[in-house]
């Protein structure tokens, strides 16, 4: 069974901290890593829309068959077991 506790005795604890010299120090670190984390974050959305950018550039780009300066023009390629000519 609990023991009730009377906010005297509440008031009475006392809690051990770190030097103030080390608790600056923990601050400064915990700074550092936040604004590493937020830098890492901003790289990985810039990469995340260059990589979305390169797909839908790939995906939308210019018919192979209809491009004059397609390298695959004229060429025949085998897709699947069938032939596909760009002629």
Avoid: C, Y
Wanted: charge should be negative; proline fraction near 7%.
């Amino acid at each position: 069974m609990m023991k009730n506790v009377s906010k005297p005795v509440l008031l009475s604890l006392t809690f051990p901290l770190p030097p103030i010299a080390d608790q600056l120090a923990l601050i400064a670190a915990l700074d550092a890593g936040r604004l590493e984390a937020q830098r890492l974050r901003s790289e990985a959305a810039a990469t995340r829309n260059n990589a979305w950018e390169a797909f839908e550039a790939a995906i939308f780009a210019a018919d192979p068959a209809t491009d004059v300066s397609s390298p695959l023009l004229g060429e025949t390629i085998e897709i699947g077991g069938f032939n596909a000519s760009h002629t």
